[in-house]
């Protein structure tokens, strides 16, 4: 079971705005920076989103994170079926002093 | 451009012991905290140790603790992990994986290298 909380799975058609939330506590995401990263079947993960809402260079502005007190969330508009993917979220914990996982969702492009 | 390339992966013995490398380039090796993570077949992502830029401080996961010890080699940019008394529930990708800071995720990782604990 993992310590932050994703839904297992998201779907939506091309062009559309999908939402995955990621749900944490006040040791991890309540007072450090939310991550994301995509990983496509048989590849690495790629980060996506650091430090909450910053996009690293090559990420196209269609991806965007957010955080409001223990949760983080990850948008995606525009829908394109190169997004079909895994998408997983990741903070510090400090009561662990570790990094922490959500369980990942499975974005599936309709 | 910033490369970290993992070796060492293979087919082990329950009990036995592995040391996974990663050889690093592309930036500023002693700048950066530097992590290992896994994902069993199938699974999620797993956080399993973590060693910050001057090797001060040291963390891991409760999963390995005892048996896993993570070090780093500044002369050849590269970062290790030594594997004792494996398990089964040890078989998995372990990624390299780059941080900015001790207590932030990662920013850049690697491409694997598979372990298999096995009889």
């Known amino acids: 079971q993992s310590v932050l909380t994703q839904p297992p799975s998201a779907s939506g058609t091309p062009g559309q705005r999908v939402t995955i939330s990621c749900s944490g506590s006040?040791?991890?995401?309540?007072?450090?920076?939310v991550y994301w990263y995509q990983q496509v079947p048989g590849t690495a993960p790629s980060l996506l989103i650091y430090?909450?809402?910053q996009r690293p260079s090559g990420v196209p502005e269609r991806f965007s994170g957010s955080k409001s007190g223990t949760s983080g969330s990850l948008a995606i508009s525009g829908l394109r079926s190169e997004d079909e993917a895994d998408y997983y979220c990741?903070?510090?914990?400090?009561?662990?002093?570790?990094?922490?996982f959500g369980g990942g969702t499975k974005l599936t492009v309709l | 451009e910033v490369q970290l390339v993992e070796s060492g992966g293979g087919l082990v013995k329950p009990g036995g012991s592995l040391r996974l490398s990663c050889a690093t380039s592309?930036?500023?090796?002693?700048?950066?905290?530097m992590n290992w993570v896994r994902q069993a077949p199938g699974k999620g992502l797993e956080w399993v140790s973590a060693?910050?830029?001057?090797?001060?401080?040291?963390y891991y996961a409760d999963s390995v603790k005892g048996r896993f010890t993570i070090s780093r080699d500044y002369a050849k940019n590269s970062l290790y992990l030594q594997m004792n008394s494996l398990r089964a529930e040890d078989t998995a990708i372990y990624y390299c994986?780059?941080?900015?800071?001790?207590?932030?995720?990662?920013?850049?990782w690697g491409q694997g290298t598979l372990v298999t604990v096995s009889s």
């Open positions: 994986a780059r941080s900015d800071t001790s207590m932030e995720p990662f920013d850049w």
């Open positions: 592309g930036f500023i090796f002693n700048t950066y905290t």
């Open positions: 060693i910050s830029n001057s090797a001060t401080y040291v």
């Open positions: 006040s040791s991890n995401i309540g007072s450090n920076y």
């Open positions: 430090r909450n809402n």
């Open positions: 990741a903070a510090w914990d400090d009561s662990l002093r570790g990094v922490v």
